[in-house]
């Protein structure tokens, strides 16, 4: 890196807010994805004018430069894959307005999600997104992936909970995509901003809706002696027009590795079990609680439970949560992959997830979010065996192949990032992909902002970008991802 | 500026419902004066049965250097400024259809020509909709709805059109057939593109197909209209909403005039209407959201209630659908705007733009910020609605409210510009337009800033 460049960069956010050690920089290699690239400079500005001048300077010199939250992302999106300089928002963390009256927070992009829900709540009021990271993500991460979370299926993910960004651009302006209004004339910018995963620029205001929390919840859990069975009433509570705020599911394999390690009181001969919340005026809540429950037991539910208590519910919604810790009892290491699905075809894909793992040798756990068909098989692997990363891998892209075939996604809430970039043919036709890459020369026109990104390499889907010899998945790498499904 | 004649030679016109293939005229060239935009007079009119056939022909037009103009019903052509000139129309009503349609999926796939309406009846089948309530809700297709974004009243509980768009087909003027976005209710692979030509005014590309995500019907409703003295006290009734966390599927606030023109609704004399409308998936549930909602209402000073069930829910609807710049204020006579602001601004921006154009009338959408005003223009000399034109627009920006014109008479259609908010990010707006249409072949000079 050019040494005029680490001047300037020094200059701009002082020399305290520049990491230019070697060792130090290598905890900048990492995010919660399995791939690693180390940037050349870390700065950390302290104002949208900074992060400004820094997008300028970078320019100047051709450099390339990657924004980066918390680095709890799964997909690589905030790696510097090809170098450069990573822009790291943690003290862009100040919540700047919280306007009650038109139900609105502004606040900088290094914010962490959960933060502005605390902010909001002595006012009744929350950020709906709230991905399991929530604790740690940032809120530029969250518009920066379009983050989901438990609550998505009935209320949305982020991009519909933001109303405007301040952006800087590639090309070194400051501007607003959106605004704190409804309706901005023009062309929807924001609307294409949000899940560009860093890719069109850096968010360095955000302004998000906030929404009143619901007055009655109900948490219910159902166990299923197979997992079509609990597929089967995901379709049937859906389609009978019940839109639960979450709609969960959990296979056998996994409601045992739980709750052997958070014995949360989950039913361990179950074959399969949802967890769902319903949230309402007390007698809608009350009345749709009960219809849930009918659903379910016409569907051949051998159990259904409803929390009697707060702190019941909390247990259960804590074994939910704790799913990828607990799979660290399974084996070393686990890859979470990401694919949906139309929710009709669970039975049909749960169970080509099934036999894929018995091809590959692999144990796989499925955690997801059901209601939205959105799958998280957990593939468990052991790094030390050599080959199991690479079959791992292999496997991942064995089910995103299986998940497009349904007429689904290879992403849901994840992100393509590194990770799934030679997916991307899967999905996408050149012609789509040519104009996507339009779009992205609108706002990147130099592709230096967060290279190497979304779009596909020479490589196939599921050959490991990772070079064996760099060893195993870092435990810090691990710890991240477990907090982040 | 006189325009040459396109070189396209014209094909006879189709009148055989089997013909399935190829692009052809529409109409007549003598009857191309029926798809005027905004009066101006296309050179062709045409029409297609598969998204090929589309692509090939705006290839075709777009080598020739032709404008082409999207349309579906043609209920947002007065919408200014007035095209300088349109060479070709490419009007999208026979292609229509649903596509793909899983009700346990509660998506849907549906071609750009199909009739809202006609979407809605399939949906209501199995007890879904496509949460939108647009104006010209009986003529006007998808894709005009998508194009124009047409949010309703509904965007209160179902979000904006645009979170409801999964995906889309798209075909832009170099003929690239593209799609973006899935199928499916969640996904974050790629850019999503199709977001962008939600309210681009067909200025990017058509919308060829688009996959919806539906909402079930609530089976149980009820509309509750609450009188006020003031649009102030009708806006603190919405703060009760938060407070007690109600969540209706819509509201809207009428001002005396607007309040008259929804058939259904009793006389209010000079009181402004808090109209909201209350869904349930049991009669138990509707009603307590109803209760509640009433309770709101009396807290903040409301003076008498009417409440009506579904049948009167279905036609105050209907009604007020229509007050958003929609069927009630004909552009031959109305000029007709939209004005953004925050939702606590409503109560004022409602005073402030009676106090400027006398005569408007007023319905906001007070969850969102949103007010639609027409003004009647009829009768006037033709300068006065120009520089009262000019008077909101300069006291919008002045109170930072965002403005947009959404139907005009075609006098005032020519004159009028859609006023650019300061600090809109317009060249990165024209770098958009240019990537994506760099032959300028769609709808140009007609979107913002000249785009």
Known sequence: MQPDLVERLTAIVGPSHVVRDPAELTSYQYDGSADRALP????????????????????????????????????????????????????????????????????????????????????????????????????????????????????????????????????????????????????????????????????????????????????????????????????????????????????GLSVRTIEDFVHAGLPVQAGAVLLVDVEDLPIAAAQTAAHVRTVCERAGADEVRQARTEQEAHRLWLGRKSAFGAMGRLSASYYVADGVIPRTKLPQVLGEVARIGERYGLRIANVFHAGDGNLHPLIAFDDRTPGEYERTVAAAADILRACVRAGGSITGEHGVGVEKRDCMTLQFSPADLALMSRLKAAFNPDGLCNPGKIFPTSRRCGESARIASRGGIAPDTARAAGAAF | MAREKLKTPFLPPVDDPQVRTGVRPLVRPEDCR????????????????????????????????????????????????????????????????????????LTVTVRSGTRLRDLQTALHAHRQFFPVDPPFAERATV???????????????????????????????????????????????????????????????????????????????????????????????????????????????????????????????????????????????????????????????????????????????????????????????????????????????????????????????????????????????????????????????KAGWALAYLAAPQHLAGLLRQPVPQGAPVSLMRRVKAALDPSGTFNPGVFLAGI
């Open chain 1, 40 to 251: 050349d400079a870390v700065v950390f500005p302290a104002d949208a004018e900074q992060v400004r001048l820094i997008v300028e300077a970078c320019r100047e010199f051709e450099c390339p430069f990657v924004a980066r939250g918390a680095g709890t992302g799964l997909s690589g999106g905030a790696l510097a894959e090809a170098g450069g300089v990573l822009i790291v928002t943690s003290r862009l963390r100040h919540i700047l307005e919280l306007d009650v009256a038109n139900r609105l927070a502004v606040v900088e992009p290094g914010v962490v999600n959960a933060h502005v829900s605390e902010a909001a709540k002595p006012y009744g009021l929350h950020f709906v997104p709230d991905p399991s990271s929530q604790g740690a993500c940032s809120i530029g991460g969250n518009v920066a992936e379009n983050s989901g979370g438990l609550h998505c299926l009935a209320y949305g993910v982020t991009a519909h909970h933001v109303l405007g960004c301040e952006v800087v651009t590639p090309d070194g302006d400051l501007v607003w995509l959106g605004g704190k209004r409804y309706d901005e004339p023009g062309y929807d910018l924001l609307g294409v901003f949000v899940g560009s995963e860093g890719t069109l620029g850096i968010a360095t205001k955000v302004a998000v809706k906030l929404t009143p929390l619901r007055r009655t919840r109900h948490t219910l859990l159902a166990s299923f002696t197979t997992p079509d069975d609990a597929s089967r009433a995901v379709s049937e509570i859906i389609a009978s027009g019940v839109v639960p705020a979450a709609l969960e599911m959990m296979d």
């Open chain 2, 34 to 105: 029926t798809f005027a935009v905004a009066g101006v007079v296309p050179q062709i009119v045409s029409s297609f049965r598969s998204l090929a056939d589309a692509s090939a022909w705006i290839k075709t037009l777009t080598n020739e250097g032709a404008s082409v103009v999207i349309r579906g019903a043609g209920t947002k052509q007065w919408r200014p400024p007035a095209p300088p000139a349109v060479d070709a129309v490419l009007d999208t009503t026979r292609w229509a259809g649903i596509v793909d349609y899983e009700p346990a999926d």
């Open chain 2, 143 to 397: 894709g005009g709805v998508l194009g124009a974004a047409c949010n309703g009243a509904l965007r209160q509980r179902y979000g904006s059109l645009r979170d409801n768009v999964l995906g889309m087909r798209v075909c832009l003027s170099d003929g690239t057939l593209a799609h973006a976005g899935s199928k499916v209710v969640k996904s974050v692979a790629g850019y999503d593109i199709h977001k962008l030509f939600v309210g681009a005014h067909g200025t990017l590309g058509l919308i060829g197909e688009v996959t919806l995500r539906l909402a079930p019907w609530p089976a149980h409703q009820h509309t509750l209209c609450a009188a006020f003295d003031t649009p102030g006290t009708a806006c603190e009734a919405l703060a009760g909403f938060d407070r007690r966390a109600l969540f209706p599927m819509a509201s809207v606030l009428l001002d005396p005039a607007a309040a008259q023109r929804v058939r259904s609704l009793p006389p209010r004399g000079a009181c402004w209407s808090l109209v909201v409308r209350c869904g349930g998936a049991s009669a138990a549930a509707a009603a307590e959201l109803r209760d509640e909602v009433a309770a709101a209402c009396r807290e903040s000073g409301a003076r008498n209630f009417s409440d009506h069930d579904w049948d009167g829910t279905q036609s105050v609807w209907a009604d007020i659908a229509e007050l958003a710049g929609g069927e009630m204020y004909p552009a031959e006579s109305w000029l007709s705007a939209r004005v953004s602001c925050l939702p606590a601004d409503v109560p004022e921006a409602c005073l402030r733009l009676e106090a400027l154009c006398p005569g408007a009338e007023l319905t906001a959408h007070p969850f969102t910020g949103t007010i639609f005003a027409a003004a009647p223009v009829v009768g006037e000399p033709e300068a006065d609605p120009v520089q009262r034109a000019a008077r909101l627009e300069e006291e919008c920006r």
